[in-house]
């Protein structure tokens, strides 16, 4: 089969989803099937035999749209699988869940200053209305299957775009549980050596967008954690600290507890270095980096804003709790996470989720989702 498989940046070191693209793209090829990527300069670092199609990048979301659909017209694909960037697919799979509800609640983690910031400002203004047009073209193609990551964002799809539910076909992420797997004895205290970590309970955060995915509650609820366990230690990792969560740290004299790591290419050493996972998001369509957690034996905590909350338990893999600003309900995850017996028994419930969800799974139901529109008569295909 010829899929052309749509995204704004081909690089695995961008990101959870260009990282889960970048294997998607080699398992298809895997597979027998000829995949041509679609994406915008610059070109990654990573060298594959792919046929990758740059495109000039464009500032303007919609004209990114336009000229993927012009791109495509040359292509001729069997199916086009479009991760949301333009308008012209057989199956749409917004990886980052719909937009317009990323923003709302997005919204919640900012201070009242920055809420009326988002308002006023007339870059963002101009952002909101990019991403209104272009969702509202993309989800009213009815001939258009919608691969919802999770449950959550098929219900946001339909209360913003009113996608009805038989266009939708629920595919939670998968992870690679042969590059995500428990580190040995040794790597472990290699790297809580290396990390300056040894001897300490290390609960571990990862994010591009530290202040949607929760940085802020967690730091309020980890101050609190340390003053009943001061054994603990908080990793960071993703972009740089924002002032108010340096200025966070020195108020409660938190530097010698809390590490901001920034961006790294190799987050194994971290996984290995941690004792469990933290994301408090107030909005994740399905968080690649709780599965991975999972995947390398960590136990997890996060919020039922997050897609992935659906695949866990409550006590049986982690916790999940209410919403990112419960500070109470996430001091108490942190403090229950901290005893090292619970761990151990939530480790072998976390890596047998992972077993679950393993990415050739999900690439399983990709391909049945490929199968269901090259099953259609080629006459109902059509742009919006």
């Known amino acids: 089969m010829r899929i052309a498989l749509v995204l ?206 929760g940085l802020h509650p967690l730091l309020r609820a980890f101050a609190a954690s340390v003053a009943k366990r001061s054994d603990l230690s908080l990793l960071v990792l993703g972009r740089e600290p924002d002032p108010e969560s340096l200025r966070f740290v020195q108020r409660n004299r938190l530097e010698h507890a809390v590490i901001f790591a920034g961006f790294v290419h190799d987050p194994g050493p971290w996984f290995a270095a941690a004792d469990a996972f933290v994301l408090p998001t107030y909005y994740d369509a399905c968080s690649l980096g709780v599965l991975e957690a999972c995947a390398s034996g960590l136990p997890v905590i996060t919020t039922r804003r997050n897609g992935a909350a659906e695949l866990l338990t409550d006590g049986l893999e982690g916790r999940v709790i209410g919403d990112a600003d419960l500070a109470e309900a996430l001091t108490a995850a942190l403090i229950e996470l901290a005893d090292p017996e619970i761990r151990a028994r939530l480790r072998l419930h976390a890596l047998q989720l992972a077993s679950r969800c393993g990415f050739d799974r999900n690439v399983d139901e990709i391909e049945k989702v490929y199968a269901e529109i090259a099953a259609r008569p080629q006459a109902r295909r059509r742009s919006a």
């Open 8 to 213: 704004e940046h081909f690089d695995p070191q961008r990101g959870g989803l260009e990282y889960w693209a970048w294997q998607l793209a080699h398992a298809l090829t895997g597979r027998g099937h000829s995949v041509i990527v679609v994406a915008f300069e610059p070109p990654g670092a990573s060298p594959t035999p792919l046929d990758v199609r740059l495109l000039p990048w464009q500032e303007s979301r919609l004209a990114r749209a336009r000229a993927v659909e012009t791109a495509l017209a040359e292509i001729r694909a069997d199916v086009i699988h479009d991760l949301g960037v333009g308008w012209s697919a057989d199956v749409l799979q917004p990886q980052m869940g719909c937009r317009l509800a990323n923003y709302r609640h997005e919204l919640r983690s900012l201070s009242g200053r920055r809420r009326l910031f988002h308002a006023i400002h007339p870059r963002k203004r101009r952002w909101l209305d990019e991403v209104r047009q272009l969702e509202q073209r993309q989800y009213r193609q009815t001939s258009c299957l919608v691969a919802a990551v999770s449950r959550m964002v098929a219900h946001d799809l339909n209360e913003f775009h009113s996608v009805a539910p038989e266009r939708i076909r629920l595919i939670p992420n998968g992870v690679d549980v042969t590059r995500f797997s428990p580190a040995t004895a040794e790597r472990r205290e290699q790297a809580r050596e290396r990390f300056c970590v040894a001897g300490r309970t290390v609960f571990l955060f990862a994010a591009h967008n530290p202040r949607l995915k």
